[in-house]
């Protein structure tokens, strides 16, 4: 895994310089293209609603993240790249899940971050390996395509399972969260979410809600496979509302 550090726009500006005045500045920097030109996957959430200090987590989070390459086999966690949440990294106190209830905690919405990454990378390709659900609904996402994390207990783990390189870019433009993963190439199939509630038989023992994940394969247009990823379970005294701006 490592950082992407290329030059970017700067790179454009020096080329201009050059073609306007004829001159080339000394030790330019020699444009090259971009070795991940392709968006294999991508997934917004939104940031309406969210008090100030919890979007400044997420800038942080999302900071963190942005540029990550991973090669073929090779996998990311949350929590070693986001690394702690705490004060002295300038997270703040924002609104968490915890234990079924509403919380303040530092750090608060990083989960938000996690989720909408779980969610690209389901898109793009990558393999799933560690994935906790929230304790109860949140509202910036669909049931089943969630991910909470908790420092040290609960990480978001992915895989890049792909014959190619690929990269994170994780960016919060205005209210809305935004992570891509892009590639070197395109690839043959495409996914898409699916999310299917199965409401409990009346009556019965367990009761509560529940909700399956599938990621289906497509491929000139036409579905060719349907793969279960996980199925959540919802204990019948938790409320059908989501929480408001919560991680």
């Not at 005045?21 to 959430?45: K, Y």
């Not at 991973?70 to 004060?87: C, I, K, N, Q, Y």
Request: charged share 25%; aromatic share 6%.
């Amino acid at each position: 895994m490592k950082r992407n550090s290329s030059w970017g726009p700067f790179a454009l500006v020096i080329a201009l310089f050059a073609a306007t005045t004829g001159e080339t500045p000394v030790s330019a920097p020699v444009a090259i293209p971009d070795a991940f030109p392709v968006t294999l996957g991508a997934f917004s959430t939104t940031l309406v609603g969210s008090l100030p200090a919890r979007t400044q987590n997420i800038r942080l989070a999302a900071q963190a993240l942005d540029g990550t390459e991973l090669a073929p086999g090779e996998g990311l966690s949350f929590d070693r790249v986001v690394g702690a949440r705490t004060l002295e990294r300038g997270y703040l106190a924002a609104p968490v899940i915890l234990h079924e209830a509403r919380q303040m905690q530092t750090g608060g919405g990083v989960c938000q971050v996690a989720s909408t990454l779980f969610a690209a990378a389901l898109v793009a390709g990558l393999s799933p390996v560690e994935r906790w659900r929230h304790s109860t609904p949140v509202d910036y996402i669909a049931l089943g395509e969630d991910a909470t994390i908790a420092w040290g207990v609960k990480d978001l783990r992915i895989r890049n399972d792909l014959e190619q390189r690929v990269r994170l870019r994780v960016e919060v433009l205005g209210s809305t969260l935004t992570v891509r993963i892009e590639g070197e190439a395109e690839l043959t199939d495409r996914f898409e979410l699916e999310t299917v509630e199965v409401e409990a038989t009346p009556g019965s023992a367990e009761g509560g809600r529940e909700i399956e994940l599938f990621r289906v394969r497509t491929r000139d247009g036409e579905t060719i496979e349907r793969e279960l990823v996980h199925r959540d379970r919802y204990p019948p005294w938790l409320g059908r509302e989501p929480g408001e701006g919560v991680r």
